[in-house]
């Protein structure tokens, strides 16, 4: 039905910056909301940054000032700019998309996730 495709990962120095893209394919008419999480070993995933199609975003405390979340509607895209990273910040970041209208299907609340894509910060 729908596929989230996440890249832009790797291996990034203390201080350094990353930008992650996310893109979804398929049979998509629109895409309420997209969102990023991430999940470090031995904890639960959470929340770092999501924007719903109007363009009200939403951040995690923690990464507030330093990660821009962005997405391009028409190419059912979204983006995560990551700057200033820090160690604590290591994790698997995932996509979501949640709220997908799909062709020729009726409406029903819905939930993808991406396969997730690794962000390592080294000191």
């Known amino acids: 039905q729908v596929q989230l495709v996440e890249s832009g990962g790797g291996l990034v120095q203390a201080g350094g910056s990353l930008r992650l893209s996310c893109a979804a394919s398929?049979?998509?008419?629109?895409?309420?909301?997209m969102g990023w999480y991430r999940q470090a070993p031995g904890k639960q995933r959470e929340l770092v940054a999501t924007?719903?199609?109007?363009?009200?975003?939403n951040y995690a405390d923690s990464v507030k000032g330093r990660f821009t979340i962005s997405r391009d509607n028409a190419k059912n895209t979204a983006f995560l700019q990551m700057n200033s990273l820090k160690r604590e910040d290591t994790a698997g970041y995932y996509c979501?998309?949640?709220?997908?209208?799909?062709?020729?299907?009726?409406?029903?609340?819905?939930?993808?996730w991406g396969q997730g894509t690794q962000v390592t910060v080294s000191s």
């Open positions: 979501n998309a949640a709220g997908v209208r799909l062709s020729g299907r009726p409406w029903q609340p819905n939930d993808y």
């Open positions: 398929g049979s998509i008419l629109s895409i309420n909301a």
């Open positions: 924007i719903t199609s109007t363009g009200n975003i």
